[in-house]
């Protein structure tokens, strides 16, 4: 088969001009500039997808306010659980992250953490001698 073969001058000098990592270079030179053409919109990243940049302040805020909620075990709003937990509940119980919002009544909600007891509680607004003085 390789005796049927007939070489022109053109593929010879082109075979000898460029290399391998020469030619995938120009496949993809073209490659790329095809893909500009149909528009860069869905190829070119964007900070907006990924979120935008972090608001360091607020997370920090959101920690805080976070580790506060967790140690008084004071009642909470839908709002405030929405807040603290990024998403709004929508059962009587919900996780996140390691906390549980726990549905007291409507719209008061109690936020612990999953791996904590009640009998590890601290003493805050959930233990059992706040509720009798009340």
Same mark, same amino acid.
């Given at each position: 088969m390789a005796a049927n073969q007939t070489l022109s001058p053109e593929t010879t000098s082109l075979s000898s001009e460029l290399s391998a990592e020469q030619a995938l270079g120009m496949i993809g030179m073209g490659l790329m500039q095809k893909l500009n053409q149909e528009g860069p919109g $869905?190829? +070119?990243w964007s900070a907006a997808e990924d979120g935008g940049a972090a608001n360091l302040v607020e #997370? $920090? !805020? $959101?920690? =805080? #306010?976070?580790? #506060? @909620? #967790?140690?008084?075990g004071a009642p909470l709003s839908t709002a405030e659980v929405t807040q603290l937990l990024g998403i709004r509940p929508g059962s =009587?119980?919900?996780e996140r992250g390691g906390l549980r919002a726990s549905r007291l009544s409507r719209n008061v909600w109690r936020l612990t !953490? +999953?791996?904590m007891d009640?009998? !590890?509680? @601290?003493?805050?607004?959930?233990d059992d001698h706040f509720r009798r003085r009340l």
């Open positions: $869905r190829w +070119i #997370l $920090r !805020q $959101r920690l =805080e #306010l976070t580790s #506060l @909620a #967790l140690k008084t =009587e119980q919900v !953490q +999953i791996g009640s009998s !590890q509680s @601290a003493g805050g607004f959930g």
